[in-house]
């Protein structure tokens, strides 16, 4: 068995990364799993509650519902991947001003969609806001602090 | 005594309450830290799943594991009779197997666990299961289940309680009255759907004790089931709460039992660490739903709008398992005529059994149901009466002096503050008006305005003992650790008792930490539930500090030569009031104490006085404060589709001396978009007691793009009788109202009678039709 194995390397958070897939392996469990980034939630397993966004080559997409195989060169961005404890990102820095946690399930996915969103639209409406984050869903109801997050983190508001 | 102490110490300025602070672990959160169940389940990890009846309401006649033992991964098979202890999984009342014996009750219920080496393999021998059932006749109407002949849920009758009100003389209002409205209100099943789904994680420690991680509400509840089905003795089970992503309820019924248990089975039986956690269908199909009621509510009311006489009947259908059902008919008893004083109120609540799926607490715990058709009641009436719903409520709304549905005396002003609050926000008057002229001049998109108003007891109050128990250590660095079995779920509870923390003891906020609630390590704190948190869990911690401040004060005193009276502790310093600068800093105050040998830990406790009222009439005082609230809504219903948007919700609530002000617009807002979906989008459906939409493309939550535009959210501040420095609850309320609000402002625009909800476009455009 140990030949059907296949090796696939890619970008990590900005780092050369390869991992051995047999090919059935979700992009979420090889995550998850394999590399040890538990930022990435499952809410559905069916690409209904986008808690399992990450970044590919900067834009959002479901982890649950892409295969492993098909990061082949590419490049992925989880929560890890953009600030630390000394080193917040804008919209994370922005995240604990507004008070956008609640439980926190949600806020990793909801960062990634924001920043992949500030990445390509540095000044966006709030409907553009609504439209980007529209993937992500979050029960406590958040909707507003992420909104106003995203207004934060691009200076459109203090 | 106490409340006198509270409130004069709601007086002074405060240090750290009330202002904006960065909540407790949301520095985890957005770095996506791992710190839930499954992030932090690890080692030579063994999976459990549940198997789980397809039938309704069915014996089982044999359960044969053989093809499922044979599949290669598959490590045990356990069934009732496999459980060490006693096979009881019910959170309040023994009602409940955690693993069906001879009979299934609803679908879904489990039958037997299995455990293997992968997620997997679990899965794959859970359907070669081979289990098989005779059907028995069921029941899934609550109005068929009450019929003497229906067929029984358990063995007992399927009326689980039945609750009263007897204010006054409910026939001689009704004859007095000018006018009589009388009206039947339905609610659906909808699910509190916390987006992690149960978790459990459990492993042996060392000492042989068993430790299990869990997703969950409730520590001590979980602990104390689990225990029993082990088998154990106390001290040989310890549970800790995960960060938990979001509880509203389920998470504090049955499910987080089942997780926990399935989890400790496991490693009990195989030594290996175990994690238990629940598909998403499964969780939909399993935890514990608001319950769906039926609400005939008859009011009669003088030409000039006084309200005279209110009758109620709710059924409430509980599923197959009574879970809260009987708490939950209580609170929706307790408020159902809304909150307004009526001199004569007649109300008879049912909670039944079904072999529906299983309700439970979910955030509001029957409040939303009973004032969305109070407060649709009120608009409908107000038609009638061809009077403004403003003006109308204005002369029945509960202010200082006047009496409840319970004949509970109300001495206090937040009602008519919300009220006044909402209306001057919303600019009520002016909106009426100007929609009223563009709904003249459009045929298809009419534009509303609607409100709704609300009460809503504290914390426990009938519902069990309403106590809370918090420790605080100070560690050798000078700063403070708190602990309790309390929890936080998202509700920014936990931020709250740490504000009060700091505020006693002079502290910095960031000087004050929170460890995992740990039934190893602190005393049964009582359940997270009933929004008590800040209210109940403030007045312990607030106990606990003030232990420590006075054996501090002691040592401090002595230090600066002056009286303990004089002294201030305040941003890290304990100074004397008269001479400032005879002053030291909290740590070195505590490296003295240290060497003094003054113990730095302390246990806070506290317990709200025992509510009364009566079983036969449901008179007394049922809660010992209230919250009170209003809503107004904007919407615009295209009246081609049906499809309504939300505009503005304009939420103003008394949460008497706010605490956490970033935590509670959080909750005020977030809380708005869930009552929103309630209201126009939310709905478990059922076919014959099948869940026919367990998944989120066919069951839909309010998205950021669903949210109201613009929810401008505020509060008023009257101080609660028993909340920590005057504070009331707040957690569940704000989902109560936007379903009242918004439909009595689609009646209002389109002239359609709403009754039901969700307020679907289907529904909305099929109303629409009728009234053309």
């Known amino acids: 068995m140990k030949d059907d194995k296949f090796t696939v390397s890619f970008t990590l958070n900005g780092k050369p990364c390869s991992v051995d897939l047999k090919g059935n392996e979700r992009l979420i469990d090889v995550l998850r799993d394999s590399l040890d980034l538990k930022s990435v939630k499952e809410g559905c397993g069916a690409g209904d509650c986008g808690l399992c966004m990450v970044l590919v080559d900067d834009k959002p997409v479901h982890s649950c519902l892409m295969m492993a195989g098909q990061i082949r060169g590419k490049a992925v961005t989880t929560v890890e991947g953009i600030g630390d404890n000394r080193t917040l990102h804008p919209i994370q820095k922005a995240f604990l001003e507004t008070g956008a946690v609640q439980c926190g399930y949600c806020n990793p996915a909801v960062i990634l969609a924001a920043k992949s969103l500030l990445d390509s639209n540095p000044r966006p409406s709030r409907a553009e806001i609504r439209r980007a984050l529209s993937p992500v869903l979050c029960r406590c109801g958040s909707y507003v602090r992420f909104e106003e997050s995203v207004l934060v983190a691009s200076g459109e508001k203090s | ?772």
């Open chain 2, 1 to 772: 005594m106490e409340s006198v102490q509270i409130q004069q110490a709601s007086k002074k300025d405060f240090d750290v309450v009330g202002k904006k602070v960065v909540r407790a672990g949301a520095v985890l959160a957005v770095l996506g830290k791992p710190s839930y169940t499954a992030d932090i389940a690890t080692g030579d990890l063994v999976y459990v799943k549940a198997v789980r009846s397809s039938c309704v309401h069915a014996t089982i006649e044999s359960i044969d594991t053989s093809r499922a033992k044979l599949l290669p991964g598959v490590l045990a098979i356990l069934t009732s009779k496999d459980i060490p202890g006693v096979n009881d999984a019910g959170s309040i009342l023994s009602d409940r197997p955690l693993l069906a014996e001879k009979v299934v009750r609803h679908y879904g219920e489990a039958v037997a666990i299995v455990v293997a080496e992968t997620h997997q393999a679990a899965e794959e021998a859970a359907m070669l299961m081979d289990i098989a059932y005779t059907p028995l006749p069921s029941v899934t109407n609550p109005n068929d289940a009450l019929k003497p002949d229906a067929p029984l849920v358990q063995e007992r009758s399927n009326l689980v309680k039945h609750m009263k009100i007897r204010k006054g003389d409910v026939e001689r209002g009704f004859s007095q009255s000018d006018l009589v409205v009388e009206n039947t209100f339905k609610t659906e099943f909808v699910d509190g759907l916390p987006l992690e789904t149960e978790a459990a994680y459990s492993y042996l420690e060392p000492s042989g004790r068993i430790a299990c991680v869990c997703s969950m509400q409730n520590p001590f509840d979980v602990y104390g089931k689990v225990v029993k089905i082990l088998g154990f003795e106390k001290a040989k089970l310890r549970m800790i709460q995960a960060t938990t992503g979001g509880g509203f309820g389920p998470k504090s019924d049955e499910t987080p039992i089942d997780v926990a248990a399935y989890a400790c089975l496991a490693t009990l039986k195989t030594g290996k660490p175990a994690l238990a956690q629940f598909t998403r269908d499964e969780a939909m199909i399993i935890q514990c739903k608001r319950h769906p009621f039926i609400i005939k509510n008859r009011t009669g009311v003088t030409n000039d709008g006084r309200l005279l006489a209110w009758q109620s009947e709710l059924i409430a259908d509980t599923g197959a398992y009574v879970s809260k059902g009987h708490l939950v008919l209580g609170r929706a008893v307790f408020h159902c005529t809304g909150p307004y004083e009526v001199p004569n109120v007649k109300a008879d609540g049912y909670c039944v059994l079904t072999n529906n799926t299983i309700a439970g607490s979910t955030r509001g715990f029957g409040s939303p149901q009973v004032h969305f058709a109070a407060e649709v009641q009120m608009d409908l009436i107000a038609e009638r009466l061809e009077m403004d719903p403003v003006v109308f409520r204005a002369k029945n709304i509960l202010r200082p002096g006047t009496r409840t549905l319970t004949n509970q005396r109300i001495e206090d002003p937040g009602l008519d503050m919300c009220f006044r609050k909402a209306v001057a926000l919303s600019d009520w008057y002016h909106k009426r008006k100007q929609y009223e002229q563009h709904n003249k001049g459009t045929s298809r998109l009419k534009k509303g305005i609607g409100i709704a108003l609300l009460y809503h007891g504290n914390t426990l109050g009938p519902e069990s003992g309403d106590f809370a128990t918090v420790h605080i250590a100070i560690t050798p660095d000078g700063k403070a650790l708190v602990e309790t079995g309390l929890t936080d779920f998202g509700t920014g509870g936990m931020t709250s008792l740490l504000m009060v923390a700091a505020e006693v003891l002079g502290l910095p906020y960031e000087d004050v930490r929170m460890s995992r609630p740990d039934t190893g390590r602190v005393s049964d704190s009582g359940p997270t539930v009933a929004s008590r948190v800040t209210v109940i869990g403030g007045r312990a911690t607030f106990e606990a500090a003030e232990i420590i401040k006075n054996r501090l004060s002691r040592v401090a005193a002595e230090r600066l030569a002056c009286s303990e009276s004089s002294l201030i502790f305040r941003a890290g310093n304990v100074y004397s009031n008269d001479k400032p600068e005879r002053r030291i800093t909290f740590r070195d105050l505590v490296v003295e104490a240290a060497d003094r040998n003054v113990e730095l830990k302390s246990v806070g406790y506290y317990l709200a006085p025992t509510t009364n009222w009566d079983e036969e009439t449901g008179q007394g005082s049922p809660y010992n404060q209230y919250t009170f609230g209003a809503v107004v809504a904007d919407v615009e219903v295209d009246t081609e589709t049906g499809f309504i948007r939300v505009g503005q919700l304009t939420p103003v609530y008394d949460a008497g001396k706010v605490i956490n002000p970033l935590g509670l617009l959080a909750v005020c807002e977030g809380g708005s978009i869930m009552g929103t979906g309630y209201g126009i989008m939310e709905k478990i459906v059922t076919s014959e007691g099948v869940i026919m939409n367990p998944n989120l493309h066919t069951y839909w939550i309010p998205t950021i793009l669903d949210c109201p535009e613009i929810i401008n959210s505020s509060t008023v501040e009257s101080a609660g009788q028993i909340g920590i420095f005057g504070a009331k609850s707040i957690g569940e309320i704000p989902i109560v109202l936007p379903a009242a609000a918004i439909a009595n402002a689609i009646s209002w625009a389109t002239g359609v009678k709403i009754r039901e909800i969700p307020m679907t476009p289907d529904k909305i455009l099929a109303a629409i039709m009728n009234v053309k």
